[in-house]
């Protein structure tokens, strides 16, 4: 534009701000390099990623062998070797041989009987209307071993995909866990989305279960999330199972309608504010078919290639791409970025405005 100028490499360069040292000593990144006598920046990335003459504690094997270690990240069987790249560097196969699980690391450990997390707060939600709940690593352990049984009594196992076109509510954290613990392949889809691009991300990803919600609340109004899953499920077919999640109120007095009305195939279930469409033969409430499954069950020991999550890219550019995530892969990059990117402490906090359906959603439950 006229009358403007770029700025220089020597503007862009300048430092804007530069820490105390303090502050530096205090951050994760400082305890990693004195932990390996890593001086410098230039020698932290050289250390990590070059295998240097005259330095074993060196180059990629040496970093991400050490970081599952130094991270705490637990494996039911030891990996044969760091990584395979024989049939080229982006068919590289990471941690061969060994087995994992998302959930173990992230919820199970935590809430053993005799781990102190066991009773701490894991997740804490708060609502547009104000109320806040906060779930313990036992509850959502719980919680999530509840939702695995329920995937399972539906037919649901080891890479079989999981839709999750859900309000944000905490419940959405047990459903990710759930479907690590037998092995689904999570497919988050933003809440946000209309019929089409559900339907596009159901259509491509076929999965038989749908974990949906009445609705939500935006801006103070509720948004129905009901109708527009069941218009994409017509569109995109594979679903069998619906689980609806009561967000607006609307099972208040479903039973009783549904009581009224055996026999019929599709219906709509009336609340005391609204309808919503209703199909008996496929559609359960939460309370139902969650609420009521047994909540002990022993998470997979899974291989470290197994596919953990199907999250698209957002279509802008043309069709949407389905990007594969591992559970060796997100169980060891989240947690690095966290730890180091973001220098989370255990007592600290973290928040990140997202929805469940981006990568940043299973990216901070997993990562923190």
Excluded at 138 to 152: F, G, K, T
Excluded at 331 to 355: N, T
């Amino acid at each position: 534009m006229p009358g403007t100028t770029s700025p220089s490499l020597a503007d862009i360069d300048e430092i804007a701000h530069e820490p105390s040292r303090e502050f530096v000593e205090s951050t994760n990144v400082w305890q990693f390099m004195q932990e390996y006598g890593i001086d410098d920046y230039e020698e932290l990335i050289a250390r990590t990623t070059t295998d240097l003459e005259d330095e074993p504690d060196s180059g990629l094997e040496w970093f991400w062998d050490e970081i599952v270690d130094y991270l705490g990240i637990e494996f039911y069987e030891a990996y044969d070797e760091i990584r395979d790249d024989s049939q080229g560097p982006q068919f590289t196969d990471w941690y061969p041989g060994g087995e994992l699980n998302i959930a173990h690391n992230v919820v199970d450990r935590h809430a053993a009987v005799d781990e102190e997390r066991r009773n701490t707060v894991a997740t804490i939600w708060e609502g547009e209307h104000g109320d806040v709940r906060e779930i313990t690593y036992h509850e959502l352990h719980r919680q999530s071993n509840r939702v695995a049984n329920a995937l399972e009594e539906r037919g649901v196992g080891t890479g079989d995909t999981v839709g999750l076109y859900m309000p944000m509510v905490p419940e959405v954290v047990s459903i990710l866990y759930g479907c690590f613990k037998v092995g689904a392949i999570a497919v988050p889809i933003f809440s946000g989305f209309g019929v089409d691009a559900a339907a596009t991300r159901i259509a491509d990803a076929e999965p038989t279960v749908l974990f949906t919600g009445d609705g939500f609340y935006r801006r103070g109004d509720p948004v129905f999330l009901k109708s527009a899953a069941d218009e994409a499920i017509a569109a995109a077919g594979h679903v069998e199972h619906t689980i609806v999640f009561d967000r607006l109120g609307s099972s208040s007095g479903a039973r009783s309608a549904a009581e009224g009305r055996a026999g019929h195939g599709g219906s709509r279930e009336r609340t005391n504010e609204h309808e919503i469409p209703w199909t008996d033969d496929r559609d359960e409430w939460w309370a139902d078919a969650v609420g009521t499954a047994d909540d002990e069950y022993e998470t997979k020991s899974l291989t470290s290639d197994q596919e953990s999550m199907l999250l698209y890219s957002s279509g802008t550019t043309g069709k949407p791409k389905g990007i594969v995530h591992t559970h060796a892969g997100v169980q060891v990059q989240c947690p690095k970025e966290v730890h180091f990117g973001m220098d989370l402490k255990p007592s600290d906090r973290f928040f990140w405005v997202s929805d469940i359906g981006w990568m940043m959603g299973p990216w901070t439950l997993i990562g923190t």
